[in-house]
């Protein structure tokens, strides 16, 4: 049977014509089929399930998964163990897993040129230039950096906008980011092509596409203007760029991309266009972060053209895996994904259990909690009685319109439902650990109140744009003429008193975030491995240090030992571990020291939460564990007073000779129970500072918006250590 | 008079319309297809795509190869290079990277030298400091304690004790940048002229007094041609590249007569 032995060892037939026939064959068999019961209901059962079979096992062959070797762009790697920096006890490191250039979509669109050559160099230090033409600079480099451009139409829009392109469809790109057109004015046009014509662009996969692709080979068919080869020499660069960036010891690098994938509604509907047409582009945004732990990688990313379903990009990650390619996925934006990033049921409506909650851990241990667009702790409505957590609240949708609903959107909530799966035997899909990240589309992580670049290039790249100052008259009368045509509208107005205001959701958007890990040393076996062990924690921007142990048998008057790090990974678990069988309370060790650029600590908290016995309920509880200034925590409100750090709104300064440098503590949970699961982390706030819209404003001359917060507090959250009595 | 003139017209048209017929029906038919140009089309595939293609996929690559070639001659003979911003814009860009593309002859090693000896302050390397440090928490009486620490460390020669520090108590070869990141700024200018081997300070840090004992300091230097060898290469070609484009486009920028309307008037 020549067919069959040419199925086997053709894995990749997709790009012959008759694999594509036959898959087309089928298809065509199975709709014939499947509209005319003409064989009776027996034959046409047994017919249907032999050809989707078929289908499905033709399907399964033809990812373009085959894995290439690119060590011979890397440096030579050391030993692992053998830079000169490795310590047992770790060190901690600085990075972003989140950034954006020229290859993403909708960084070009909006101006960005930056490659990923620019991003590793700015990530070491280096000087690069916004879209706008001004420099940016980091007030510190990082030790690690991972370029994560979108997977799907990677490197197409800077293709599009290439003069020497001459496919039919993509005209109105043509020269887009030349000098002359990277200004303000260009935002409308901008605009149009984002909202209109990408959009269309992504959408338009009809069935017919899709046969003529089948027929001819040409992906470009699929959506009129997409280019494979285009696609693959970008995701190469990408490649290329990580591999020679990559300085172990100095500096680590990851090949990475994003996977982007959104849906309008969940369960059986899933998939379905939105009510106004618009499709799934429009709907709750489930996007992740894929990370190669090494040089070995596939020729395309797993994109959202290939399933827009994150189990599928999982099932791909367990092939990699089998075939000795780590990977892990960070989810990220939960607040914009109107509920569905922490769902109780699978993308196809069945409840989950614990296949599922291993399935999604072995290949989603961390999850990103803070960004650009905002922070997914816990909004106020879930935690009512934490007076913190109206902190950067982005209330949108990511890239669609309308509210996103609390419930099912935030991390903390996430760890109690996982608690409750977990007492109904279902297993926890979400034991994970945190990173921060920016989600840059300039190359640049902005992580500077003072200094804030925001996110996405031309479109909010200056104050005014932002929403932090008022229009001026003339762009007031733009925005105005402009505002006739809603599908174009990006920036519309607000007023407030006698000014006018950019009315958009950049308002909403943070100076946010930053990865930090505990690792032996900085290369990528060992970074890797510590998000593996989420030995990880997330900071607001902020350089804060963070140590978090328990154990049962922790010293408890050992705070001021040499050993101190030394005894606590002996007798105890670090952050991201795991405690079980508990006679005693165990003892939690925090320890924070401020960042040397950064305000002083005001607090410590440990947030606890924990599930009844079998009912489930949930409960939460945020204890402060030790306060600046030599003041106590009150017992009854589990509370510190007030250190009275104040801002002065008007120079954004603050109070000198409040707060602390360091903060450590040994805390004991004064309400444990051993039969009971629950989750600890760790929360230090530093005094309040300047928001980057206030600091917009005063470097403008301005007041302050009214309707922004003027201060935040810029904090660190751990990894949490989980609590699970044995059953 | 006229009649010569009107016979020079005649067979004027005459070559003209022989020309267009010829033009139009043999010459620019043939398409011929060299071995080296294929076989550049398999390299740059196998790159893309990560193995050789198959013989459908090559007759696909012949077949779009040969379908742009018709109608790139075909778009010539309507003129469709013309006046056209984007060719023109391509076509300089082609002839920079030409020019860039360019095998210079390789620089000599004392070419490199003096290079590298002109350019020496782009490679200076940091001066990088290692030591051990005792730390003083501010919170608990840091200074004073420092102060008494060092004068047992001196007199009796016991650790005294101290408060551990976040990031730990040994420190090598950092440059002032990095010991900022973990002290606060200007903590390095305590240990820039310090003595080595012995317990010095106390110095604030922003957290609080340190007593340090330096093991090693590596002074900022100019470091020797070979250890930054390859960079130096790199450095000298890029930089010799864009010189040698430069004093291209100018040597044929004196060629050219540029006129340009002296009353022009910037709106």
Not at chain 1, 141 to 154: I, Q, R, S
Not at chain 1, 354 to 360: C, I, L, T, V
Not at chain 2, 236 to 260: A, C, F, G, H, W
Request: aromatic share 12%; with cysteine; net charge negative.
């Amino acid at each position: 049977m020549k067919f069959t032995t040419w199925l086997w060892e053709e894995r990749n037939f997709k790009n012959t014509t008759s694999g594509r026939r036959a898959i087309l064959f089928l298809f065509t068999a199975y709709s014939v089929i499947s509209s005319y019961n003409f064989l009776g209901d027996e034959m046409n059962y047994l017919f249907r399930n032999l050809a989707v079979i078929c289908a499905v096992f033709l399907w399964s062959c033809t990812s373009p998964d085959d894995i290439v070797d690119y060590s011979n762009l890397g440096p030579d790697l050391p030993e692992s163990g053998t830079t000169p920096s490795y310590n047992e006890e770790r060190n901690v490191y600085f990075g972003d897993l989140h950034v954006h250039t020229k290859h993403s979509f909708d960084a070009y669109i909006f101006g960005t040129i930056a490659t990923p050559d620019d991003a590793y160099s700015y990530a070491k230090g280096g000087v690069i230039k916004h879209a706008l033409g001004y420099d940016m600079q980091l007030k510190e480099p990082l030790d690690f950096y991972a370029v994560t451009d979108h997977g799907f139409l990677m490197g197409s829009v800077p293709g599009w906008a290439d003069p020497n392109n001459t496919r039919e469809g993509t005209e109105p790109f043509r020269n887009l980011n030349v000098l002359e057109n990277r200004t303000i004015e260009s935002i409308p046009q901008r605009g149009a092509l984002f909202q209109t014509y990408v959009r269309s662009i992504i959408q338009n996969r009809s069935n017919w596409g899709v046969i003529k692709y089948l027929w001819t080979g040409d992906q470009a068919h699929i959506s009129s203007i997409y280019d494979v080869d285009i696609h693959r020499s970008a995701w190469r660069d990408v490649i290329r760029s990580a591999q020679e960036h990559n300085d172990p010891g100095n500096f680590t690098t990851f090949i990475a991309y994003e996977y982007t994938t959104s849906s309008t509604f969940s369960g059986e509907n899933r998939g379905m266009l939105s009510p106004d047409g618009t499709g799934p582009f429009e709907g709750g945004n489930l996007h992740r972060n894929v990370i190669f732990k090494g040089d070995n990688v596939t020729v395309e990313p797993f994109s959202r053209l290939d399933s827009l379903n994150p189990e599928d990009l999982w099932t791909w990650m367990d092939d990699l895996r089998s075939r000795g390619v780590d990977t892990l996925a960070i989810p990220h934006n939960s607040n914009g994904s109107n509920g569905q990033m922490f769902e109780l049921e699978s993308w196809d409506g069945y409840p989950v259990g614990k296949e599922y909650a291993e399935f999604r851990m072995r290949n989603e241990p961390l999850v990103e909690v803070t960004q650009v667009k905002g922070t997914s702790d816990t909004h106020p409505l879930l935690s009512p009685n934490d007076e913190w957590a109206d902190f950067e609240i982005m209330d949108q949708r990511v890239g669609g319109v309308g509210w996103s609903r609390p419930f099912g959107s935030y991390t903390r909530q996430a760890y109690l439902d996982g608690l409750g799966l977990q007492e109904e035997g279902r297993g926890n899909p979400y034991k994970f650990g945190l990173v921060g990240a920016s989600d840059t589309h300039t190359g640049a992580m902005s992580d500077d109140e003072s200094n804030f670049t925001s996110k996405i290039g031309i479109l909010d790249g200056l104050p005014a744009n932002r929403g932090s100052i008022p229009l001026s008259d003339e762009q007031v009368q733009t925005a105005m003429a402009n505002d006739t045509a809603p599908g174009t509208r990006l920036i519309g107005l607000k007023k407030i008193g006698e000014d006018y205001y950019s009315d958009s959701v950049f308002t909403q958007w943070s100076a946010s975030g930053m990865a930090v890990v505990w690792a032996e040393e900085n290369t990528r076996d060992s970074i890797f491995n510590a998000f593996r062990r989420k030995e990880t924690y997330a900071t607001s921007g902020t350089r804060i240090k963070l140590r978090f142990f328990a154990g049962e048998n922790l010293d408890v008057s050992s705070l001021s030992d040499d050993d101190l790090i030394k005894q606590a990974y002996l007798k105890g678990v670090p952050m991201g571990g795991d405690l079980s069988v508990l006679e005693a309370s165990p003892s939690f060790l925090v320890w924070a020291t401020r960042d040397t650029k950064g305000a002083p600590l005001q607090r410590i908290q440990i947030i606890k939460g924990w599930v009844e016995t079998i009912s489930g309920k949930p409960h939460e509880e945020v204890y402060d564990v030790v306060c600046s200034d030599g003041l106590n925590v009150n017992p009854k409100t589990n509370r510190c007073p007030d250190n009275g750090a104040r801002v002065n709104i008007s120079d954004c300064s603050i109070s000198s000779n409040v707060g602390a440098s360091e903060l450590k503590a040994f805390w004991k949970d004064p309400d444990f129970d051993p039969t009971l699961k629950a989750f600890y982390y760790v929360r230090v706030l530093e005094n309040p500072t300047c928001r980057w819209s206030t600091w917009d404003a005063v470097k403008n001359g301005f007041e302050p918006r009214p309707d922004l917060h003027k201060t935040i507090q810029e904090r660190a959250w751990s990894s949490p250590i989980w609590y699970t009595p044995e059953a | 008079m006229t009649k010569k003139l009107l016979s020079f017209l005649c067979i004027g048209l005459a070559i003209l319309l022989l020309d267009i017929w010829f033009d139009s029906s043999n010459q620019d038919k043939n398409i011929v297809l060299y071995d080296d140009e294929i076989l550049s089309l398999i390299e740059i595939w196998t790159a893309q795509v990560g193995r050789p293609p198959n013989e459908e996929d090559l007759k696909g690559i012949i077949n779009q190869l040969v379908e742009e070639e018709i109608l790139y001659r075909e778009a010539l003979k309507l003129g469709l290079d013309k006046d056209d911003i984007i060719i023109k814009r391509r076509l300089a860009q082609k002839i920079g990277f030409l020019k860039q593309e360019e095998q210079s002859v390789p620089p000599t090693e004392l070419q490199l030298k003096q290079y590298f000896e002109s350019m020496e302050a782009e490679y200076f390397m940091d001066t990088r400091f290692s030591f051990t440090h005792l730390y003083f928490s501010k919170e608990k009486k840091g200074a004073e304690r420092a102060l008494n620490s060092l004068k047992q460390l001196r007199n009796l020669d016991t650790i005294p004790d101290s408060d551990p520090f976040l990031v730990g108590k040994n420190f090598l070869n950092k440059t002032a940048k990095q010991i900022a990141r973990d002290f606060g700024e200007g903590f390095s200018n305590n240990l820039i002229e310090a003595e080595t081997g012995r317990w010095i300070g106390p110095f604030k840090s922003i957290y609080g007094s340190h007593l340090v004992k330096i093991s090693k300091v590596v002074k900022a230097r100019k470091p020797n041609y070979d250890e930054v060898k390859k960079a130096v290469l790199l450095d000298y070609l890029l930089e010799k590249k864009q010189t040698e484009m430069r004093s291209y486009i100018e040597e044929l920028k004196n060629q050219y007569d540029v006129q340009i309307n002296p009353k022009f008037n910037y709106p």
